[in-house]
C-alpha cells in the first residue's frame, strides 16, 4: 500500500484520540486532494453521505478496525480539522514530490 503524502492521522489535535479516531484520520490521509477540495461546509448529509461514498445504510461510515461508529456530524467535524491541516501544511508537502 502507497502511504499518503499526508500524515494528520499524527498531527496532533487538542481530543483525545481513539482507535476509531485514528482510523479516520488515516481514512481522510488516504482521500484524494482533488475530492477533499470539493467539500462543502454547507452540505446536507445526505450530501455528505453521497459525496464520500462510504458510509453504510444506517448513515455510519464504513471504517475498519473500530471501536464505535462514526457518524455524518463527527466525520464532518474531523474533515474540517483535515482540510485545515492540509491547507497549512500544503506547501511543504507539494514540494517533496
Known amino acids: 500500500m502507497e502511504q499518503p503524502v499526508w500524515n494528520f492521522e499524527q498531527e496532533a489535535g487538542d481530543e483525545r484520540l481513539d482507535e476509531t479516531s485514528v482510523n479516520l484520520r488515516a481514512y481522510l490521509d488516504r482521500m484524494p486532494d482533488e475530492k477533499m477540495q470539493q ?14 461514498n462510504n458510509f453504510r445504510d444506517d448513515g455510519k461510515l464504513m471504517l475498519l478496525c473500530c471501536e464505535r461508529d462514526v457518524d455524518v456530524r463527527e466525520f464532518c467535524k474531523v474533515l474540517e480539522s483535515c482540510i485545515n491541516y492540509r491547507n497549512h501544511v500544503r506547501a511543504m508537502v507539494t514540494k517533496r514530490r
Not at 461546509?41 to 464520500?52: A, F, N
Request: charged share 35%; hydrophobic share 30%.
Open 39 to 52: 467539500y462543502s461546509s454547507d452540505w446536507t448529509d445526505e450530501q455528505v453521505i453521497e459525496w464520500d
